[in-house]
């Protein structure tokens, strides 16, 4: 940001130098039109045709002094108006990739459920199998026993 600031500054301060240096070749030109006018055409003219054309000359000034403001102001207004459609972009972006993740997030989530779900299946039938093979290792325990109190009475008889 503070890049950004700088560059402005200094776009503004060219602009600036650009305008002053404009303006002193411009001035420079009319004082030599105006010295060139007095030493061929030297014109006395009384004191309030005088104070007209000064206040007409003052006018103009100050409206080419405005036209070029109201121009410095129309670039500003542009470039604002291009940065703001650049703002509107970015958090269009910024909104879709936000959407992106979260639908990313959902589709996890709910794969993260399944697999839950999947596991709990497999546990509940590792669960079933280990009684069963408990139950039939005690039956088979039961058998042995049997076998043995069988096997016991015959070798005595």
Do not use: C, P, Y
């Amino acid at each position: 940001m503070e890049e950004k600031g700088t560059m402005e500054e200094k776009g503004k301060g060219d602009e600036r130098w650009t305008a002053a240096v404009t303006n002193l070749t411009e001035m420079s030109s009319n004082l030599e039109s105006l010295q060139k006018l007095l030493l061929k055409k030297a014109v006395f003219v009384d004191e309030e045709t005088f104070a007209r054309a000064s206040l007409t000359s003052d006018q103009a000034r100050t409206i080419k002094v405005l036209q070029q403001r109201v121009e410095t102001l129309e670039r500003e207004l542009d470039a604002a108006i291009t940065a703001a459609a650049h703002a509107r972009t970015e958090k269009r972006r910024a909104e879709a990739s936000q959407k992106a993740a979260e639908l990313r997030a959902q589709e996890v989530t709910r794969e993260l459920e399944n697999t839950t779900k999947v596991f709990e299946l497999h546990m509940e039938e590792l669960r079933a199998k280990q009684e069963e093979i408990a139950k039939r290792d005690n039956d088979i325990k039961l058998l042995e026993s049997i076998i043995q109190t069988l096997g016991g009475k015959e070798s005595h008889s």
